[in-house]
């Protein structure tokens, strides 16, 4: 089992910047990637960026160039840095993990909140 805390939601304004940090514990070891979701209002959780074990990562279109998803092996957190931030980055934002054996975790998410 593995368990993930977010911290760092809250509240900005545009073009703002917010930094997410999400600390696992339990069996670390068995994670092999992470990834920060999201959810908005009347919308489909989306990925927005992802970081594998290797360091190779991905993101959303909608965020390139303004997010940054970095990871310290060595305290097992996984962190989001959001720059230039929009109304629309409005969500919660959940962390993922994915783990040996094709399983996963969630965190229990933190709310975003960009204001115009």
């Known amino acids: 089992q593995v368990q993930l805390v977010e911290s760092g939601g809250g509240l900005v304004q545009a073009g703002g910047s917010l930094r997410l940090s999400c600390a696992a514990s339990?069996?670390?070891?068995?994670?092999?990637?992470y990834g920060w979701y999201r959810q908005a209002p009347g919308k489909q959780r989306e990925l927005a960026a992802f970081?594998?074990?290797?360091?190779?990562?991905n993101y959303a279109d909608s965020v390139k160039g303004r997010f940054t998803i970095s990871r310290d092996s060595a305290k097992n957190t996984v962190y989001l840095q959001m720059n230039s931030l929009k109304p629309e980055d409005t969500a919660v934002y959940y962390c993922?993990?994915?783990?040996?054996?094709?399983?996963?975790?969630w965190g229990q998410g933190t709310q975003v909140t960009v204001s115009s």
């Open positions: 993922y993990a994915r783990l040996l054996g094709s399983t996963n975790s």
């Open positions: 339990g069996r670390a070891f068995t994670i092999t990637g």
């Open positions: 970081i594998s074990a290797g360091g190779s990562t």
